[in-house]
């Protein structure tokens, strides 16, 4: 469930956006506040639904709406899509409706299960228990083995009959590899497109805006989609690729500006403000 057929003339009524090197500002630019500001403005004159989706854990996603001055989203998709809080009032709760999809989806199967059948692989670290969810068991390696480790994990997963991916990245902050182990098919645009069907908005109401390959599954899902100047190298033409299979090229769109003034810009290409 990553991809849907969407339908033109349906208007935005969403930003779905992921947080670090996108919405949030960067250090160097100083005009990424103020468009943050205009940004924020403009989603509540329009009445636009805001959700974060993003890589980070729930506190730090708390933290950086802080740190800053975020607008606050309706729900947050985070920890790679691996779980969903929802807005009452003034605070967040977990949307249990998602927890217990994931359980049915996971066959029951719980992460000491996971945990058990990686243990003798050599190499591996569990990250901090902050970083760890209930439906992501999250590792750390030296950034020269993850491509290693992410063959042997997949095939212990296989070998075990456990219904779980791992995919892997590195941190270009600690150069170390991050590896995450998530029920099979697990991503950001897989919770979006379940919370689409559980929530008050179609998936043809959303805009998606991104940087980075973990991303790359909502750019492509159908979403309108954005993708900032800051983004990976390469990222843009994989992305237009993949749309343009499906005859859906006209459905992204590559901000000439970066990061947040990014997101803004292209909100307005799409017309949700």
């Known amino acids: 469930m990553n991809h849907f057929n969407p339908e033109a003339k349906i208007a935005p009524t969403v930003l779905a956006t992921d947080l670090d090197g996108t919405l949030i500002p960067l250090p160097?630019?100083?005009?990424?506040?103020?468009?943050?500001?205009?940004?924020?403005?403009?989603?509540?004159?329009?009445?636009?639904?805001?959700?974060?989706?993003?890589?980070?854990?729930?506190?730090?996603?708390?933290?950086?709406?802080?740190?800053?001055?975020?607008?606050?989203?309706?729900?947050?998709?985070c920890d790679v899509g691996s779980a969903i809080y929802k807005r009452i009032g003034d605070?967040?709760?977990?949307?249990?409706?998602?927890?217990?999809?994931?359980?049915?989806?996971?066959?029951?199967?719980?992460?000491?299960?996971?945990?058990?059948?990686?243990?003798?692989?050599?190499?591996?670290?569990?990250?901090?228990?902050?970083?760890?969810?209930?439906?992501?068991?999250?590792?750390?390696?030296?950034?020269d083995t993850v491509t290693r480790l992410v063959d042997n994990i997949s095939q212990r997963l296989k070998q075990a009959?456990?219904?779980?991916?791992?995919?892997?990245?590195?941190?270009?902050?600690?150069?170390?590899?991050?590896?995450?182990?998530?029920?099979?098919?697990?991503?950001?645009?897989?919770a979006l497109l379940w919370l689409s069907t559980h929530a008050d908005f179609r998936p043809d109401e959303v805009i998606y805006s991104g940087d980075s390959g973990n991303d790359y599954a909502a750019l492509v899902s159908g979403f309108r989609a954005i993708i900032v100047a800051n983004?990976?190298?390469?990222?843009?033409?994989?992305?237009?690729?993949?749309?343009?299979?499906?005859?859906?090229?006209?459905?992204?769109?590559?901000?000439?500006?970066?990061a947040t003034s990014g997101v803004l810009e292209g909100c307005r290409h799409f017309g949700l403000v």
């Open 161 to 190: 009959q456990l219904p779980y991916d791992c995919m892997g990245s590195l941190d270009p902050f600690l150069n170390c590899g991050l590896i995450d182990v998530m029920p099979r098919g697990v991503s950001k645009a897989y």
């Open 91 to 143: 605070s967040f709760k977990v949307f249990t409706a998602y927890e217990a999809h994931l359980e049915q989806s996971s066959g029951g199967v719980d992460r000491q299960a996971v945990e058990e059948a990686l243990f003798t692989i050599e190499g591996l670290e569990l990250q901090p228990p902050d970083h760890q969810q209930r439906f992501k068991i999250s590792y750390q390696s030296a950034a």
């Open 231 to 258: 983004a990976s190298e390469g990222l843009a033409d994989k992305v237009h690729v993949a749309l343009a299979e499906r005859s859906l090229q006209e459905r992204l769109y590559l901000a000439e500006h970066t």
């Open 28 to 77: 160097d630019s100083p005009k990424h506040p103020g468009d943050l500001r205009a940004l924020s403005q403009a989603l509540s004159s329009s009445n636009a639904k805001l959700v974060f989706a993003t890589g980070r854990h729930y506190e730090s996603v708390v933290e950086a709406m802080q740190q800053y001055d975020l607008p606050s989203p309706e729900w947050i998709v």
